[in-house]
């Protein structure tokens, strides 16, 4: 089975821009979970979906948001983006939502400058 | 809701040696508690998980122990190699907030030939 996969796996863009990631689970994978992973603040979870629905959201601003699609793939946009915004977002997939093991995608290495 | 600290931040062993590293979490709810690894500028990889049922599991040269009592749990990697070099996260999982996975800050293994 090909594993997660997520697009695109660098980008550039400058403050106050949106941007939107692309994550593709494991097939017949239905829970996307979506982190950011910095130096100072490790890896802090943001959402998950599952069936196309949100299912639960960590504590970040409203600037982050998230999507699932019937095909179980996912998109997560952060909107007015900060310096601060600067991060490694990983999202990783799970056959069902809940504590099941979850397998991690490359990742999407973000830079705002 | 629930808070994952992990110790010690750095471990240095010589090949051969065994390497430990514990992590103790808030909740007592916690059901589900994963060990990733993740090498420079990879994803993170599952190497082994525990249930909350289940005091021990061993695979290989890696083991985890859950304590729950105590609420911790430990990593323990026996006979290290040069390849077992990287970041070890420690993960709990949490429903009662919505946190989902909250992972502890890491622990960077350095295995010296």
Redesign the interface.
């Known amino acids: 089975k090909a594993g997660v996969t997520q697009t695109p796996r660098y980008l550039i863009k400058t403050r106050g821009q949106q941007v939107t990631l692309s994550c593709s689970p494991i097939s017949g994978h239905r829970s996307v ?1 979506w982190y950011q992973q910095t130096p100072g603040q ?4 943001l959402f ?1 979906y599952f069936s196309e629905t949100q299912r ?3 504590n970040f601003p409203g600037r982050f948001s998230g999507r699932q699609f019937s095909n179980s793939r996912s998109e997560m946009n952060v909107s007015t983006l900060e310096l601060g915004d600067s991060a490694l977002y ?1 999202c990783a997939s799970s056959l069902v939502a ?10 999407t290495r973000l830079l705002v400058l | 809701g629930e808070n994952v600290e992990q110790h010690p931040s750095t471990l240095s062993v010589q090949e051969g040696d065994s390497a430990v590293i514990k992590c103790t979490y808030s909740d007592s709810a916690s ?2 508690f ?1 060990w ?1 690894k993740q090498e420079l500028g ?5 190497i082994i ?1 525990i ?1 909350s049922n289940v005091g021990e599991k061993k695979d290989q040269r890696i083991a985890v122990t859950l304590n729950k009592t105590a609420k911790h749990f430990s990593l323990h990697i026996t006979e290290t190699q040069p390849e077992d070099s990287a970041v070890y ?1 420690c ?1 709990a ?1 949490e ?1 009662n907030y ?9 622990t960077r293994l350095s295995v010296l030939p």
């Open positions: 979970s490790g890896l802090q979870f998950e639960n959201k960590g990983l809940g504590p099941e093991t979850q397998y991690f995608g490359p990742g | 059901n589900y994963p990733y990879k994803r993170p990889q599952l998980d249930r996260f993960a999982w429903d919505g946190q989902n996975f909250v992972f502890g800050p890491g």
